[in-house]
């Protein structure tokens, strides 16, 4: 069995080129999995300790951690699954690829984020009035574990594949919770010497704004992949001039710009060409505008030339 993986890992080093190829699950050894897969396990146990740890020691800051770490939890285990399945390109069903099933699981995330993250606020605002004990040494104990965790974690992906854009979003991410576990620690020593309870639901509402602020960022962007927006850093009236800077190209119309997961940008549009232009001019432009797109980011162009002698019913479409 060792063997049969040994081959397999050789002969996929060598004919990967990460695009469009199949894989034989199971058999392949991709290291960028496997550091996630620890880095899912560390989260999914972490937020367990959380949980419970929260509820013995009666602080709503380390309940508001752990809702947080479910979400990373999620967004790991999505990551995880889809990046793979979104990579594999088009099946008889999704012409366009499995793309947006990531975009679909960040938005499932960020939607349990900010209900999580409401239900924290309710719960920490009283809190703050009307402070409790909390049992400040577990809530140290749990910080330092918390920081031990998040550094394990980051140390893990630190050795894997560096070029993995989703692998480097998820240390940073990482690096953020542990500055999070920085906070309660201080917190937690604080309580520890003065006795002031409300630290505990205060850091709990900083937790549950830090929360909110990316859930509702990641929803708005989620919502405007889903209802065909224009994608983000796409200018239509720089790009339209780029085109019509194109030598030959007299008139563009019908220009429709989306995107299937935010990095993946969608364009259509129809190019005008003078009425005597000939076949060898129309695929020369065609060229030019295709090179123009592709250097402004549009990863799958789709372009109609026509002649400015033809009417066309969507001009103004
Ligand atoms: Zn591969
Ligand atoms: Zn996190
Ligand atoms: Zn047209
Ligand atoms: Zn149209």
Not at 64 to 88: M, N, P, Q, T, W
Not at 102 to 125: E, H, K, P, Q, R
Not at 200 to 215: C, Q, R, Y
Request: charged share 15%; proline share 3%; glycine share 8%.
């Amino acid at each position: 069995m060792e063997d049969i993986n040994q081959e397999t890992v050789h002969r996929h080093d060598a004919g990967c080129d990460g695009h469009g190829h199949h894989h034989h699950d199971g058999m392949h050894i991709h290291p960028v999995a496997n550091n996630m897969k620890v880095a899912l396990a560390l989260n999914v146990s972490f937020t367990i300790i959380e949980f419970f740890g929260g509820l013995f020691t009666n602080s709503v800051a380390i309940i508001s951690d752990a809702i947080h770490d479910l979400g990373d939890s999620l967004a790991i285990a999505s990551a995880l699954v889809l990046e793979k399945e979104s990579e594999r390109g088009r099946t008889a069903t999704f012409t366009y690829g499995k793309r947006r099933f990531s975009t679909l699981a960040a938005l499932i995330t960020s939607l349990i984020l900010f209900v999580g993250s409401v239900v924290i606020t309710i719960n920490a605002i009283p809190r703050f009035f009307h402070p409790e004990e909390v049992h400040v040494q577990g809530v140290l104990w749990l910080a330092i574990l918390g920081l031990l965790f998040n550094g394990a974690a980051v140390l893990r992906l630190k050795k894997g594949n560096k070029s993995s854009l989703n692998q480097k979003a998820v240390m940073l991410h990482l690096m953020e919770d542990a500055l999070g576990w920085i906070a309660v620690l201080i917190g937690g020593i604080v309580m520890y010497f003065t006795g002031w309870y409300w630290i505990d639901p205060l850091l709990s509402l900083g937790i549950a704004a830090f929360i909110l602020f990316n859930a509702v960022k990641n929803i708005s962007n989620g919502l405007s992949i889903f209802l065909q927006a224009k994608p983000h850093g796409i200018d239509e009236g720089k790009l339209l001039n780029e085109l019509l800077a194109i030598p030959h190209v007299s008139d563009i119309h019908d220009l429709h710009i989306w995107t299937m997961d935010g990095e993946k940008h969608i364009l259509t549009s129809h190019i005008v060409v003078p009425a005597d232009s000939d076949i060898t001019l129309m695929r020369r432009v065609r060229e030019d505008v295709l090179q123009k797109l592709k250097n402004l980011n549009i990863q799958h162009p789709t372009i109609q030339i026509e002649t400015s002698m033809e009417t066309c019913r969507f001009t103004n479409c």
